[in-house]
Each structure stands twice: as C-alpha cells, then as structure tokens.
C-alpha cells in the first residue's frame, strides 16, 4: 500500500521564507544566531535555502513567543523536543500550542491568503479549510477571518486524499475529546491553586501566583499531549496494519 506524502521539496531562500513566515529577515537571522532554527542547506552560488521544517519552527517560535515565553524559555521548550521531528510534527506541536491563546483570527483577502501559504487555492480547497476552521468566510466577497496557528497545517492537509465529510467527522471527534481533556485538566489545575474565590475575586498576589503556574504548566502539557496522541496513534495504526500495540 503506497502511502501519500506530502510535498517536501520546498526550498525558500531567506527573503521568501520570511515572507510566508510574515516576519522580517532580520528576526530570521536573530532566531539562527540564537540557535533557535537549524541552518540552511547551501545551495548554487552559496545561497542559503529553508525547507518546510524551517517554516514551521519558525512558526512554533512566534507563537510560543505571542505566548508571552522568553527566548530563553523557548530555547528550553525546543531542546526537549525530539531532533527529528518532521515539519508536520511541528505544526501540530505549533496548532496545540496557539489552542492556549485567546482567539486571534485575522482578516485576510483570498489574495494576502495565498501569498502567505505559497500557492493559489480553488473554492474546494477553501471549503476544506473552512471545515477544519482555519478560516470563516466573510460577508464581504473575498475576505476570510483566518485562524493564524492553524493555517500551515490546514493547508498541508489539502494535498491529503480525505473526503470532506471524513474531514468534517474528524474535527467532530477532536472537538469532542480535546474539550473533554480541556476540562478535566482545567478542574486539575483549579485544584492545585485553590478554586475558591472571595466576593471580591482573588488580589493581586493570587492572580499572579495562577499566572506563574500556568506559563509553567502550559508547556508542559502541551508536550505531554501531544507526545501522548502520537503514540496512541502509532498503536492504532500498528493494529490496523496487523502488528498489534507496541508492549
């Protein structure tokens, strides 16, 4: 059975990778210096050239920062991080991650939308998008509300052979059971720093006492599902091919 891959012969020179990134080159060549993203490989005339893994650590790294992180911490974070994570691992690890943010969807027209995925998109792959909620269409013609942390990998799955009604069941099950583990995971944390409130809600030390637990906490369990998500996909793909959960 011949699996379908994904396309992985992207090749971006700086300028390019910076503007699918939408950051500057010169943020670009700060994160290298910091050791933050991998070098390029060199090519003709001694051209640097970014790849899909770049793009999407690149990605990590904005919004693990719009999380309020210091490039120390994030420094930290990527360090536990497997060396050979695929760009798909890290656009799941980059979509987990922006789930702790408060919405910020942005405006965007069908043309700024293709600039910023690097290729043109047809009414059907606009419908497959908005049935992974990575964009809303707009009253106004041509204009879409698009959801930032979910678009890179939104727009890998175009090229993936799914109907969009599987698309459609599929996001139904996520919702499902990542709600689920939201909420038991927020009655966990409520716990720990004492659920109970006083008439006049919690002062100042106790809001930023919860604060500092949940910059902690945050990384943490965002690791820890999606390590926990791989693996139980890897025992049921390992089941459905005949070899059984791995002991």
């Known amino acids: 059975m011949m699996e379908s891959e994904p396309a992985t012969d992207l090749s971006l020179t700086v300028d390019e990778l910076a503007a699918r990134a939408g950051v500057t080159v010169r943020t670009i060549r700060f994160y290298s210096t910091r050791g933050l993203l991998p070098p ?20 990590l790294i904005e919004e693990l920062q719009h999380q309020g992180m210091t490039l120390s911490a994030i420094e930290r974070y990527l360090e536990q991080l497997p060396p050979d994570l695929s760009a798909q691992d890290l656009a799941i690890h980059r979509a987990v991650v922006a789930g702790w943010l408060p919405d910020r969807a942005e405006k965007q027209s069908l043309a700024q939308l293709e600039r910023r995925v690097g290729r043109s998109l047809t009414e059907q792959d ?4 908005a049935a992974m909620s990575v964009l809303v269409r707009t009253e106004e013609a041509g204009a879409f509300q698009v959801d930032p942390g979910l678009l890179q990998l939104g727009v890998r799955l175009l090229d993936v052979p799914i109907a969009l009604e599987t698309i459609l069941a599929a996001r139904a099950v996520v919702m499902e059971h990542t709600r689920s583990a939201a909420r038991e995971l927020s009655r966990l944390f409520k716990e720990e720093v004492g659920a109970a409130y006083e008439d006049d809600g919690p002062d100042a030390a106790e809001v930023a006492r919860r604060k ?17 998500f791989q693996r139980s996909m890897k025992d049921e793909l390992r089941e459905w091919f005949g070899g059984g959960p791995e002991k």
């Open 40 to 59: 390029p490989e060199i090519g003709p005339r001694r051209v640097g050239r970014y790849g899909p893994d770049h793009l999407s650590r690149l990605a």
């Open 126 to 129: 606009l419908d497959r998008l």
């Open 212 to 228: 500092s637990l949940s910059a902690h906490m945050q990384p943490l369990v965002v690791q820890a599902l999606v390590t926990a």
